[in-house]
């Protein structure tokens, strides 16, 4: 155990990548769509349910755990992987993101962020020292560097002033992160996260910074704030060619099924978003053919069909659509947990069909056809 941590390619399909990272809980093929547990848990689901999907690999939050049970809880326990009872890989986020959408109430100097519980409103300091001692408590496999994620349609000067404390953070994250125990006796991979908005010459410089810092594994922040689709795309694409072949790059947030698609398709490898399981407990669904609402009259004596034909689920292996109509609009819980099954389900499985794609040099044409499918109303 230790120093594990190592990425390899498998195959390509234009700047697509397919490759795989080993963690001390397991291997992690690439590209992967990871589940969101922000509060220890996948809403609405048992480890045992999202490991069904296929997940390799799940999210937690800093900012969460450390308020709520704190992070000196999930270190008793022996780390998160044992308190949640997960036997695969997990990433902490660092809290960057989380602090900064609680504008008015936080306060940002060089030294840290002050900021309000949104439980209790109590005051807490979140420094880039601080936030590795969290996530060493925690134990996540990959860490995050703790960073400061402005909207990407604030000001050139304000974007700026975020790239130039990121990386002065990102130094100081990789200086805690070395001088802290292994708690647990397994590494944690700590990534940098680049930041500078839709700006090129911002994204290049800091790419070009934490690049020389030597991370594990880089991800691309401050994306899915407020820009337009088209510059998501134009970003992402332009942001991973500054990033090293021989390391995994993560698009943070993002995104909707499509989105996920084309950033494959611009080199990306790893995905995180709320999506499915929020829009699950919303009633959305999504399917290879589309999105569809379960609380929509079309389905209400649909007894033949489920969620997604094409899905091999436990929801869709054993439910109509009228059946889970019929849970929804009754208010059961067993709605909210068999959509949010099948949404992550379908998540998982389509990014690994994007990968079994790259490996035989067939994702560009498929990634046409099925951006479109999906994108549509079923
Ligand atoms: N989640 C989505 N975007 C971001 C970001 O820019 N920084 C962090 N830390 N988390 C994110
Ligand atoms: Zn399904």
Known sequence: MGNTFSFELHGRSGDARAGVFYTDHGPVETPVFMPVGTQGCVKTLSPHDVSQTGASIILGNTYHL????????IRSAGGLHRFE????????????FQVFSLKDISRITEEGVEFSSHLDGSRHFFSPEKV?????????DIIMAFDECPSSTASREVIYAAVERTLRWAERSLEAHHRLPLHFGYEQALFGIVQGGIHRDYRAYCAEKLV?????????GGLAVGESTQQLYDISRYTASLLPVDKPRYLMGVGKPENILEAIGAGIDMFDCVMPTRNARNSSVFTSQ??????????RLDFSTPLDPACTCYTCTH???????????AGEILALRLLSLHNIHFYVNLVAEARRRIVDNS?????EETVHAVAGKA
Not at 132 to 140: L, P
Not at 212 to 220: C, K, S, V
Not at 363 to 367: A, G, S, V
């Open 85 to 96: 009872n997960w036997g695969g890989a997990l990433l902490t986020d660092s809290g960057g």
């Open 132 to 140: 590795m001692e969290i996530e060493h408590n925690i134990g996540a």
């Open 212 to 220: 020389a810092m030597d991370f594990p594994g880089y991800a691309i």
């Open 66 to 73: 450390h308020l709520r049970p704190g992070s000196e809880v």
């Open 290 to 299: 589309g999105r569809l609402n379960i609380k929509n009259s079309a389905h």
């Open 363 to 367: 994702f560009l044409e498929w990634k």
């Open 319 to 329: 439910f109509s659509r009228a059946y889970l109509r019929h849970l929804y609009k």
